[in-house]
């Protein structure tokens, strides 16, 4: 009986080192070629060989270039929000509220 591979995520320091070294190149990947063409144009192929990185990584990350793309735009606006000096908003539902105050 042949054995199956499986993956598994590991939560040694390390490897978190290696998962988020990993995920920035892959961002830094997916913008650099977002400033060259369309991103429709742009597979998890472009992005793994931008990163230097091979598609396991990728695939093991995220399921397509789009989620890839969503994650990194997340990571930015909460960068951003981070750097803002003052309390920190937050979202509740489709409301922005500023020191967790109530909507009513």
Same mark, same amino acid.
């Given at each position: 009986?042949a054995?199956?591979?499986?993956?598994?995520k590991s939560?040694?320091?390390s490897?978190?080192?290696?998962? %988020?070294?990993?995920r920035?190149?892959l961002?830094?990947?997916?913008? =650099? #070629? !977002? *400033?060259?063409?369309?991103?429709?144009r742009?597979g998890?192929?472009?992005?793994?060989e931008?990163a230097e990185?091979? %598609?396991s990584?990728?695939?093991?990350?995220y399921?397509?270039v789009? =989620? #890839? !793309? *969503?994650?990194a735009?997340t990571a930015?606006i909460?960068e951003l929000?981070?750097s803002?000096p003052g309390?920190?908003?937050?979202?509740?539902g489709?409301?922005?509220?500023?020191d967790?105050?109530?909507t !009513?």
């Amino acid at each position: 009986m042949a054995r199956v591979a499986t993956t598994r995520k590991s939560t040694a320091p390390s490897s978190g080192r290696r998962v %988020r070294r990993t995920r920035l190149a892959l961002a830094r990947a997916l913008i =650099e #070629l !977002a *400033e060259e063409r369309d991103q429709s144009r742009t597979g998890v192929s472009d992005v793994a060989e931008r990163a230097e990185v091979s %598609r396991s990584p990728f695939s093991y990350h995220y399921g397509d270039v789009h =989620e #890839l !793309a *969503e994650d990194a735009c997340t990571a930015m606006i909460d960068e951003l929000i981070e750097s803002l000096p003052g309390p920190r908003p937050f979202m509740t539902g489709s409301t922005l509220l500023a020191d967790g105050g109530d909507t !009513a």
